[in-house]
């Protein structure tokens, strides 16, 4: 069931971006992090009164790490991609899923230690190895689509780039942890939220505010509503993965955000893909087929019952 999270989450996060890109026309940066945020809190907070969930929390300090390094990662990203090639700066940051399952894969290994009294090693949990190739063949598809490159480009904005990937495997790898102490989605979504905010007000803060028309203002409902629907899937996705080999799936899944912000690109604006760019359409999809077929192999099956 977490693919499918996962898979609406990207869905929701590519349609997200068509109205961003919409909105740019006439809003900051900033202001679209600050929007995002405002109309995502109340969103949330009349999601989770539906629901019955409270919203304060006994673990501020891991929900104030969660938005500080999710903002990061966000505000890393724009920096990228103002400094650097769309597709370089994208591709730098869709290297979190790498990043996720080099994680895992390395906490596994480090795990992977004698057995006290015992004399041998604790198993490596099934099919940790080829589900880390699927993450890395569906981030190969992400570069045949994108084709980013690096001739000419500024170091220091790579760098950032590089950063902003590994900067939201920490806040995905956060969001883990708070879902295994017991954290709803709503409320880990709902902090996020005041994190993009509090930096959207900052940063507008230095840059200004835009001229306000209502008819350019109405693109900014879906732009909150959308981002907060994604991060509540994604945030689902994550905390129903209980096992490393259900992350690496998700891990992997989160590529298909790409191909909905491709097949948009062609329908709305009119981009073309050309046969490499089909070709990492079809190696993104291909790595999360086989990714979920090698996480149902990971799954142990229930001994028969006795008669």
Known sequence: MQSLWMVASALFFATMGVCVKIASAWFTSGELVFWRGVIGMVFIAVLARRQKVSLATRYPGMHAWRSVIGTASLGAWWY????????????????????????????????????????????????????????????????????????????????????????????????????RIGEPETRTVFYFAVGSTVAGLLWTLFT??????????????????????????????YASAKTQAATLVVANLQYSGIVFAAVYSVLLFGDRIDAAGWGGIALIIGSGIAATVLRQRAVPKAPAEEH
């Open 80 to 179: 990228a991609i103002a400094k650097l090639p769309l597709a370089t700066a994208m591709t730098l940051n869709y290297m979190s899923s790498i990043w996720v399952a080099a994680f895992l894969v390395g906490g596994a290994l480090l795990a992977w230690a004698p057995v006290p009294g015992r004399g041998g090693r604790v198993p490596l949990p099934p099919m940790q190895g080829p589900l880390a190739l699927t993450v890395l063949a569906g981030f190969a598809g992400v570069v045949l689509l994108l084709k980013p490159s690096v001739h000419g480009t500024d170091a220091f904005a790579g760098l950032i780039g590089l950063l902003s990937g590994m900067s939201a495997a920490f806040a995905y790898m956060q969001v883990i942890a708070l879902s």
């Open 208 to 237: 200004g505010w835009s001229a306000w028309s209502w008819s350019h203002a109405i693109w900014l409902l879906p732009v909150g509503v959308l981002a907060a629907l994604g991060q509540l899937c994604l945030t689902r996705a």
